[in-house]
Structure formats: C-alpha cells, structure tokens
C-alpha cells in the first residue's frame, strides 16, 4: 500500500465537491482524476475503486470520532458520553451530508451483495468503536444488549440525519438525546446495581 500523500485526500475531497454536482452514482473516477489533473493510474494507486474512496470519507469520521475527547468526558454518564461521540461521527460527515446519504445507497444495491455484506461488517465494526470512544466497557450479557441497542440506534440515527435540513442537525440531536435518555431508564431497569449513585 502506497505512503498516505496529500494526494490521497484531493481524491477523496474531489471525489465528493463533483458529486455534489452530479450525484455519487453518477461520478466516475475518471473525473477525478480530470479535475486533479493527474494520471487515472494514479487514482488507483491509492483506491481500488470508487467504493474504495468511499469507505475513506466514512473513515473520516471514524477519525473525529476517535480523536482525544475534551476534559472531564469520562466523568459523564453514558448517555451523555454516546451523544458526544455519535454527533460528531455524524457532524465529521455534515459537509456532505446528501453525497453521503448516495453512498449508503449505492453500497445498498440489491445488485452489489459485495457491498452488502461489507457494509453489514462496517456497521457492526463502527459501533464496536462507538463503544471504544464512548468508554463503555460492559462485558457478558449487557455488553450483547448494548450491541444490538446501538446498533438500531446508529441505523436509526443515520435515517433520521440524511432527511435533517436543521441548523446545526439541531433535529438529529434533539432525537438522538431522547432515544439515548430512553435506553439509559431500560439499561437502570435491567442493571440496577450498576446505575446506582456513588
């Protein structure tokens, strides 16, 4: 695999400000490479296909996700700590938010099950680091009731912030807020112990 370049990002950044203009499944790498005003090869050097360039505007927000949270994050609660950390997974994405709504998609076309299954994969993979950043660290039964909590949650989230025209996804926050502060009252029923005050 090729040494990252600045390169590797003008691909990616090109990729999405033409798809702005004539949607995702319409860009063809050769534009790209067009608008940068380098060899086709060299596109390829860095990303096998289009899906490819894809999966590293996604990895973006993986990285703001992931990044060192700000003072005093661990001392919040759960829910408060997956707000934080889903909102600006969602927030790295914002820029782009309807190409980005066009690659989820594209990699949903009956007609693609490589992409299915992979993007089964990634969504289960995301959420193992979701929990990463949000310092959830139950194991045995909870850690399984988490999983598949979040993982509705992060689909459902998903829906609704591709259809929130809102200032700031004011809309996605306010409803991602609502849900977590639901499933933290079903986690205090299901685990008492582990909800009480210190």
């Known amino acids: 695999m090729p040494a990252k370049t600045g390169l590797e990002h ?38 096998r296909d289009k899906d490819a360039v894809a999966d590293a505007w996604l990895a973006r927000a993986d990285a703001a996700m992931l990044a ?35 690659i989820f998609a594209e990699k949903l076309w009956p007609f693609h099950p490589h992409h299915n299954l992979a993007l089964i994969f990634w969504v289960s993979r995301t959420v193992q ?16 009731v988490e999983e598949i909590g979040l993982t509705g949650l992060f689909v459902a989230v998903m829906n609704v912030w591709l259809r929130d025209e809102s200032e700031g996804q004011e809309r996605t926050r306010q409803w991602l807020s609502r849900r977590l502060n639901r499933a933290d009252r079903t986690m205090a029923r299901l685990w008492p112990a582990s909800f009480r005050p210190e």
Do not use: N
Not at 130 to 142: M, N, S, V
């Open 10 to 47: 003008k691909i990616v950044d090109a990729s999405l400000e033409l798809a702005e203009s004539c949607g995702w499944g319409a860009l063809r790498l050769r534009q790209v490479a067009d608008r940068l005003k380098t060899p086709l090869p060299e596109l390829r050097r860095f990303y």
């Open 68 to 102: 060192p949270p700000q003072e005093g994050f661990a001392a919040q609660p759960p829910h408060e700590r997956l707000h934080t950390v889903i909102m600006t997974w969602l927030d790295a994405l914002a820029a782009h938010r309807h190409v980005t709504g066009e």
């Open 129 to 144: 680091w979701i929990r990463e950043a949000a310092l959830l660290d139950a194991a045995g039964p909870r850690k399984q």
